[in-house]
T-cell receptor, first 115, second 109 residues
Framework: KAGVTQTPRYLIKTRGQQVTLSCSPI?????VSWYQQTPGQGLQFLFE???????NKGNFPGRFSGRQFSNSRSEMNVSTLELGDSALYLC??????????????FGPGTRLTVL | KNEVEQSPQNLTAQEGEFITINCSYS?????LHWLQQHPGGGIVSLFM???GKKKHGRLIATINIQEKHSSLHITASHPRDSAVYIC???????????FGKGTSLLVTP
């Protein structure tokens, strides 16, 4: 069974631009979570989707948004990029109805650099 | 927010040593996860537990719900165990995970 895939793997943008990242979960997984990882803050929860519904959102500004499609694939969007948005963005999928109480399978991440 | 504290922050061990990494959290949780991250970024879920103890190969994870504390043990450590180990907790009230800052482990031959 194929693992979680994320595209693109690397991205370079400039301040003020917007970016869309994509995540394809493991087949059959309906829960997708997004995380941001930076050297200073570590891993932080962005949002979680289940069956196209956002069930929880982390403490991030409204510039960060996401959605999930009927095939469980998910995208996240960051608008008006800032230097501080440079990070590794990870998505994870899981089988159960609650992402926090089921084993999560992580993708390789998208490394975003904002210049 | 559930504060998650890990110790030690950095750990160097010789091959074969027994290793313990600790994780403490502040409020009630639905589950606790131990994750492993190798250089390059890939994260692997090692354990998800809500009570007791789990074992997988040379890895053992325990949790004490009353004391709000979990430990990850590595027996007979090997250089390939060198990685960052991250503790994460899921709250009772939501679907989010809160993460510790991670423990960077280096096992030398």
């Amino acid at each position: 069974k194929a693992g979680v895939t994320q595209t693109p793997r690397y991205l370079i943008k400039t301040r003020g631009q917007q970016v869309t990242l994509s995540c394809s979960p493991i087949s059959g997984h309906r829960s997708v979570s997004w995380y941001q990882q930076t050297p200073g803050q570590g891993l932080q929860f962005l949002f979680e989707y289940f069956s196209e519904t956002q069930r929880n959102k982390g403490n991030f500004p409204g510039r960060f948004s996401g959605r999930q499609f009927s095939n469980s694939r998910s995208e996240m969007n960051v608008s008006t990029l800032e230097l501080g948005d440079s990070a590794l963005y990870l998505c994870a999928s899981s089988l159960a109805t609650s992402g926090s109480t089921d084993t999560q399978y992580f993708g390789p991440g998208t490394r975003l650099t904002v210049l | 927010k559930n504060e998650v504290e890990q110790s030690p922050q950095n750990l160097t061990a010789q091959e074969g040593e027994f290793i313990t990494i600790n994780c403490s959290y502040s409020v009630g949780i639905s589950a606790l996860h131990w994750l492993q991250q190798h250089p390059g970024g890939g994260i692997v879920s090692l354990f998800m537990l809500s009570s007791g103890k789990k074992k997988h190969g040379r890895l053992i994870a325990t949790i004490n719900i009353q004391e709000k504390h979990s430990s990850l043990h590595i027996t007979a450590s090997h250089p390939r165990d060198s990685a960052v180990y991250i503790c994460a907790v899921g709250s009772n009230s939501g679907y989010a995970l809160n993460f510790g800052k991670g423990t960077s482990l280096l096992v030398t031959p």
